[in-house]
């Protein structure tokens, strides 16, 4: 009876498959007509038959006992989820009643510590008016040398310089008569320890000491000396750090390493920072700018080519410096960038066309001197062109040459396509400066103005000429 599982079992299973391979079983595997006993054949299906029957009696008790013990698991498994949803509704109960004493106590603390403020903080100012007192009466003495301690200690010039602070915003209140000595010398002692905290300020600097660097500006912030604290930051961070001839390669990695110092050591570092770059721009850029620019006047080709490559470069870093947080402004850095310019932008145009019209008169000249030519001037236009128009209708309806003998030049045409094109690239060159150095508002007249020229030299003097 179990021989049968296996075929029972097949996932493809086959009623008419199997009852084909009952029948052969039964009878050997001998098919032939000749030997075939329809009772063997009978004798095994009501075998089979009770085989099947039997084993399947005997799978449904199974499926009925294993029915039975789901039931049971499953009654457990509910009568557990409903003792664990019974737990849980009494743990948030108690939570919920936790929460209330902690919100209930966290009340009072907080109540507590208003009323412990209340009386702390009258006495903690008492307290530091009577040091403040103290000292003043220190500075009061009429002997100079009598006050010392805290404020001539160096190992606590933090602490003494909150005290001296203080002091020097109460003597700013002070008459003058009675008190000039002491605000004289709290005067004193203020730059003292102001020069001091500067001092250390560099030290810490100069040892990459952040920690002390931050605390000493936090201190600083509160003095006028804050931003002489600034401006030693700032040079001691650009000495030595232009290595190259051309120092624009140098100021975007400063600036990157400065930034995060800024960050970490400021109270305040997008003004830092603006300061930083402003000082950049107005000292050692704008030194090489005018350095670069100093030859206007005896090469002004050369002078035209520098502008423009310097004004391109300087947008440039201004475009990679824009990531850098300093301030509110957003004009900030093309305003640095037309301040150290102007003086050069302003009378860009004149310097421009002086130096075409020159230029293309050089060209010109050259030309016609390589072909032993002198020029010869010629007026265009109005009553020259009459008269030309007048004497080819008269001539050509009286067969009388009255015009005026025409030299031959050998056959030269005085047109050169070498000068065409050296006039149209000087020409291409200054509007691509004018597009860059003029302003908005002035790039349209400008730029008709180097047409003119332009065309005046190119299309009047060369080739209307010829």
């Known amino acids: 009876m179990s021989h049968y599982l296996p075929e029972l079992e097949q996932e493809a299973f086959s009623p008419e498959d199997f009852v084909e391979r009952l029948a052969w079983r039964s009878l050997g595997g001998n098919m032939s007509p000749e030997n075939f006993n329809p009772a063997v054949l009978q004798d095994a299906f009501k075998q089979g038959i009770r085989d099947l029957q039997v084993l399947f009696e005997t799978t449904q008790k199974k499926c009925e006992r294993l029915e039975m ?7 457990r498994h509910h009568q557990k989820v409903g003792e664990l949803q019974d737990k849980n509704k009494a743990s948030y109960a108690t939570y919920k009643e936790l929460d209330a004493q902690i919100g209930y106590v966290a009340m009072k603390v907080v109540h507590l510590g208003d009323l412990l403020e209340s009386v702390n903080t009258p006495r903690s100012r008492a307290a530091e008016a009577q040091n403040l007192m103290k000292h003043f009466a220190e500075f009061i003495d009429s002997d100079l040398t009598a006050y010392n ?7 606590k010039l933090h602490e003494a310089a909150d005290i001296i602070q203080k002091l020097h915003l109460i003597a700013q209140e002070l008459p003058a008569g009675k008190f000039e000595k002491a605000r004289q010398r709290i005067a004193q002692k203020y730059t003292e320890i102001e020069t001091a905290l500067i001092a250390e300020f560099l030290r810490a600097h100069h040892e990459g000491d952040k920690a002390t660097m931050k605390e000493v500006a936090t201190v600083l912030s509160h003095f006028k000396g804050y931003s002489k604290c600034i401006d030693t930051f700032i040079d001691q961070s650009q000495m030595g750090a232009f ?19 800024i960050a ?10 603006g300061k930083f770059v402003s000082n950049i721009y107005n000292g050692k850029l704008q030194e090489y700018i005018q350095s670069m620019l100093s030859d206007r006047n005896n090469d002004p080709e050369k002078y035209l080519k520098s502008l423009y490559e310097l004004y391109s470069k300087t947008l440039q870093l201004s475009n990679d410096l824009a990531k850098f947080k300093m301030g509110n402004d957003p004009a ?19 310097i421009e066309t002086h130096y075409l019209k020159d230029k ?40 009388i040459n009255i ?22 690239q000087e020409s291409k060159l200054a509007f691509q400066r004018c597009q860059l150095l003029s302003k908005p508002n002035e790039l349209p007249k400008n730029a008709s103005q180097i047409f003119e020229i332009l065309l005046n030299n190119l299309c009047i003097e060369h080739i209307h000429y010829a």
Request: charged share 25%; net charge negative; hydrophobic share 35%.
């Open 360 to 399: 293309f008169t050089t060209v010109l000249n050259r030309y016609y001197d390589s072909k032993n030519h002198h020029k010869r001037q010629f007026q265009f236009g109005g009553i020259h062109d009459l008269r030309r128009d007048l004497q080819a209708k008269l001539g050509a309806r009286s067969n």
């Open 403 to 424: 015009a005026p003998t025409v030299e031959n030049f050998g056959g030269e045409t005085f047109l050169s396509e070498e000068v065409a094109i050296n006039l149209l």
């Open 149 to 155: 301690g805290l404020l001539q200690d160096p190992a």
């Open 332 to 350: 900030f850095l093309k305003k640095l960038t037309r301040q150290i310019f102007s003086k050069h932008l302003d009378p860009y145009l004149s």
């Open 69 to 75: 013990i789901c039931r049971e698991e499953e009654a």
């Open 264 to 273: 970490e050591v400021f109270t305040s570092p997008e003004q830092v920072m």
């Open 243 to 261: 290595l190259h001839k051309e120092m624009f390669s140098d100021i975007v990695p400063l600036c990157e390493r400065s930034d995060q110092l």
